[in-house]
Nanobody, 122 residues
Framework: EVQLVESGGDMVQPGGSLRLSCAAS????????MLWVRQAPGKGPEWVSA????????YYADFVKGRFTISRDNAKNTLYLQMNSLNPEDTALYYC???????????????WGRGTQVTVSS
């Protein structure tokens, strides 16, 4: 059974940092490109960042470029998202997802976790 379990969400002040983790199991993690997606209250999901199987190619949505860093540890079957310079607009449920067809199709994911809540507020 494929499982993706996120952790690391919290409430932080503007300008703060968080590191999210996503523990994967039930499939060969190193064979799949992976994605972080977020959904803010009242809005649809939007992709945040993506990474290829080996971790050498990363992609970011414009609104997080220069602030967030995606990475993965295939030996630990874990995906990460380092988030710096957080602002209130980053408040959302963040979840990781497995890309079905690879990085060229970032809206096509077949499994995702329940998410971890990030709240940025003073």
């Amino acid at each position: 059974e494929v499982q993706l379990v996120e952790s690391g969400g919290d409430m932080v002040q503007p300008g703060g940092s968080l590191r999210l983790s996503c523990a994967a199991s039930g499939f060969t993690f190193s064979n799949y490109d992976m994605l972080w997606v977020r959904q803010a209250p009242g809005k649809g999901p939007e992709w945040v960042s993506a990474i290829n199987t080996g971790g050498g190619s990363m992609y970011y949505a414009d609104f997080v470029k220069g602030r967030f860093t995606i990475s993965r540890d295939n030996a630990k079957n874990t995906l990460y998202l380092q988030m710096n310079s957080l602002n209130p607009e980053d408040t959302a449920l963040y979840y990781c997802a497995r890309l079905r067809y690879g990085l060229a199709y970032r809206d096509e994911y077949d499994y995702w976790g329940r998410g971890t809540q990030v709240t940025v507020s003073s």
